[in-house]
Structure formats: structure tokens, C-alpha cells
């Protein structure tokens, strides 16, 4: 039965080569839109991923994005426990 079906696809050349360059291009846009979607979803941690010489970050509890910075003050390492603001 599939020996049937693909030798009637195969003996339409027009309808053949449609099919393929049709799954070709879903192919296409389905991997350029999870490209799309992972580089959404990974710019916001892109701030936090480029700072190496913190061990940790803090930030408001206020905080909605990470494009938003508000200053925290010299006081804000005694604000998480076991972190010190003078380094040790």
C-alpha cells in the first residue's frame, strides 16, 4: 500500500517537489522561531550572566525587570544572611 502512494506522489513531479520544498520550509520557520524564542528568553539574565566579580547579586524586592536598577545602599549585604558588605 505504501509502495502505491509513493509511486503515485513520485509519478507527479510538480506535487512531489512542492511537498519537499514545503517541509523544508516549516522545518525553516519552526527552528527560526525557537531561535527567536530562546534569545527572548535568555536577553533578561544577559545583565546578571556579565557580571563575574560578584558572588552574589542582590537587588530590590521592589524589582520587576532586571532593566531596572535601583540603588541599594551600604547596608544592603547585611540585608542576606552570611553575606557581608565589606568582603568577608
Sequence with gaps: MNFVALKMLMADRAKYFS???AIAFASFLLANQVSI???IMTRPSSQIQDVVDADIWV???QTLYS???????EG???KVPHCHSDGY
Design 19 to 21: 511537498l519537499i520544498f
Design 76 to 78: 544592603a549585604g547585611r
Design 59 to 61: 537587588m530590590d524586592p
Design 67 to 73: 532593566d531596572e536598577v535601583y540603588g541599594e545602599g
Design 37 to 39: 524564542f530562546i534569545g
